[in-house]
């Protein structure tokens, strides 16, 4: 079983930064697809940003120029830096990780809350 843990969420004024971090249990973290996602209350998750097991990234439109997402393969974590923050980007974010291996093998951090706010 896989188990992601997530960190570096907390309050922020707009315009400011934070950086969250999400650190896999798993025995072969660099074959995984992770990603960032964010969901509102009464919305449907989102994506925010993926990161492939070869580097390849990709954002929403929202994030674009904003966020940046990494991993660290040996530290088996994966990033997002998260810069500009603005009032909508308040919302709890979920670290994904994800696997082809004949089926999909899909886990999910419990969340953390990131609130921007002054």
């Known amino acids: 079983q896989v188990q992601l843990v997530e960190s570096g969420g907390g309050l922020v004024q707009p315009g400011g930064s934070l950086r969250l971090s999400c650190t896999a249990s798993?025995?072969?973290?660099?074959?995984?697809?992770m990603g960032w996602y964010r969901q509102a209350p009464g919305k449907q998750r989102e994506v925010v940003a993926t990161?492939?097991?070869?580097?390849?990234?990709n954002y929403a439109d929202s994030v674009k120029g904003r966020f940046t997402i990494s991993r660290d393969n040996a530290k088996k974590t994966v990033y997002l830096q998260m810069n500009s923050l603005k009032p909508e980007d308040t919302t709890v974010y979920y670290c994904?990780?994800?696997?082809?291996?004949?089926?999909?093998?899909?886990?999910w951090g419990q969340g953390t809350q990131v609130t921007v706010s002054s």
């Open positions: 798993v025995s072969i973290f660099g074959l995984y697809v």
């Open positions: 994904r990780a994800e696997r082809t291996l004949g089926q999909i093998y899909r886990y």
């Open positions: 990161i492939s097991s070869g580097g390849a990234t």
